[in-house]
């Protein structure tokens, strides 16, 4: 299996971006998809997940980022809105299947 992040970038505080992930070659019932992130000197933390249509939110990011999935695109999604400066990390999507899956992250950076 493999996951393919994309959408990543430079935006201003206050601006948008949003995120996907591409899965494939995963034969088993995908049961869970996240996205994580990682700021330089920190520890990778949990940002969103999606699981059999049930969404949930780091605090952080609550009310301002939406996950979303396409189950005919294999995709996972992540629009974040009204980013902040402590919002630069790499973000990684996560699949759980037979296993958990991760992709190879994506830079994205909030100028102030």
């Known amino acids: 299996g493999q996951l393919v992040e994309s959408g990543g970038g430079l935006v201003q505080t206050g601006g948008s971006l949003r995120l996907s992930c591409v899965a494939s070659?995963?034969?088993?019932?995908?049961?869970?998809m996240d996205w994580y992130r990682q700021a330089p000197g920190k520890q990778r933390e949990w940002v969103a997940s999606?699981?059999?249509?049930?969404?949930s939110y780091a605090d952080s990011v609550k009310e301002r980022f939406t996950i979303s999935r396409d189950n005919a695109k294999n995709t996972v999604s992540l629009q974040m809105n009204s980013l902040k400066p402590e919002d630069t990390a790499v973000y990684y999507c996560?699949?759980?299947?037979?296993?958990?899956?991760w992709g190879q992250g994506t830079q994205v950076t909030v100028s102030s």
């Open positions: 999606i699981a059999r249509g049930t969404t």
């Open positions: 070659g995963i034969r088993f019932s995908v049961t869970a």
């Open positions: 996560r699949v759980s299947a037979d296993r958990a899956y």
